[in-house]
């Protein structure tokens, strides 16, 4: 039940950081989402640090875990948001911006896992 409050407390705080992202004025003016890409790239670089991070202690467990990977990074990264752009932005025709957001998201999340994960195997 502890774990619960700390998903909770970290998801909240993850989903008002993605909204701080999200106000600044600049990426309103564009019609890329960049806000999203931004998060999800946060996101993903920091749970692949969590995660090796909680997996070379033996924390995957831990109520910091729980907090920070599960609950913080679950509520900055927004998956649902990335598809819903993306459904929006083939349905008014740009369809390069589609897949040029697509293909960013993914191969820049898997690639900032990756690099978190090396970065705590190497120095950590």
């Not at 999200?22 to 990426?27: R, W």
């Not at 729980?66 to 025709?93: D, M, N, P, R, W």
Request: aromatic share 18%; net charge positive.
């Amino acid at each position: 039940m502890k774990n619960l409050l700390y998903i909770f407390i970290g998801g909240g705080l993850g989903s008002v950081f993605r909204y701080l992202i999200s106000s600044f004025s600049h990426f309103q003016k564009t019609l890329f989402p960049w806000p999203t890409l931004i998060a999800n790239t946060i996101g993903c670089l920091l749970i692949g640090l969590l995660w090796g991070w909680a997996t070379k202690h033996q924390l995957l467990r831990s109520d910091a875990y729980f907090f920070a990977a599960v609950g913080f990074c679950g509520g900055l990264t927004t998956f649902s948001t990335l598809s819903l752009e993306g459904i929006q932005l083939l349905k008014s025709g740009n369809h390069l911006l589609f897949f040029m957001y697509l293909i960013s998201s993914f191969a820049g999340g898997l690639l900032c896992i990756m690099i978190g994960q090396y970065t705590i195997k190497s120095f950590f």
